[in-house]
């Protein structure tokens, strides 16, 4: 079983609409949860990192489920330049990053 | 703040010859930095976490005498491949944090390609 399990997608979601992605992880000591984005061939780049409380960041929302070792991540009012591959990470042993393989979000217009 | 440099972006070499990367934090320093390999439509694999003033950590299937670390100082880490192959060629991308917790920060990437 992977550390860090994601839906490979694509979603192909219209503009405007809301989107979902979910996340699943084994390691229950795990503490820091981020969600990364990664455009083509580019480095990824933090979008936000995930509280137990759950947090928003404008049409973006995190949530953390620690007792079903999930995380999820909302994205609301879908655009254009959303088109990318979300990763979500966990820290593993030793503080490392261990990141899931992606989701493919394809926003059309 | 957090900024990562990593040089070169691009990088073509004939197979059997070594390339460097370097990885630097600009605005912070850095102990611990991460070394990354990506192939195509595949997640990251970390390779290694270089620690400053020490050897790096190697996770498990990455030979360390083929891919040299070096962290000299806190601000500059560098990733060789030796002896590079074509099947060396992917995308090196190293990553560091001021924090040590949240909000890892990473260089813009190297693409290798050995021919």
């Known amino acids: 079983r992977k550390e860090v399990e994601q839906d490979p997608g694509p979603f192909n979601v219209p503009e405007g609409a809301t989107v979902a992605f979910n996340c699943t992880y084994s390691n229950s000591a795990s503490q820091s949860f981020f969600w990364y984005r990664q455009d083509c061939r580019k480095e990824p780049k933090l979008l936000m990192s995930?509280?137990?409380s759950g947090n928003e960041d404008g049409r973006f929302t995190a949530q953390l489920n620690r007792a079903s070792q999930y995380i999820s991540l909302l994205i609301r009012d879908s655009k254009l330049s959303d088109s990318a591959t979300y990763l979500c990470?966990?820290?593993?042993?030793?503080?490392?990053?261990?990141f899931g393989a992606g989701t493919i979000l394809r926003v059309k217009s | 703040g957090a900024v990562v440099s990593q040089h070169p972006s691009r990088v073509i070499c004939k197979s059997g010859t070594s390339v460097k990367i370097e990885c630097r934090s600009l605005d912070f320093q850095a102990t611990t930095m991460f070394w990354y390999r990506q192939f195509p439509k595949q997640s990251l694999m970390l390779m290694a976490t270089s620690n400053e003033g020490s050897k790096a950590t190697y996770e498990q299937g990455v030979e360390k005498d083929k891919f040299l670390i070096n962290h000299a100082s806190l601000t500059l880490s560098t990733l060789t491949v030796t002896s590079a192959h074509p099947e060396d060629s992917s995308f090196y991308i190293c990553s560091a944090s001021p924090t040590g917790w949240y909000g890892y920060t990473f260089g813009s990437g190297t693409r290798l390609t050995v021919v």
């Open positions: 990470v966990v820290n593993g042993d030793g503080n490392k990053l261990v």
């Open positions: 995930v509280y137990s």
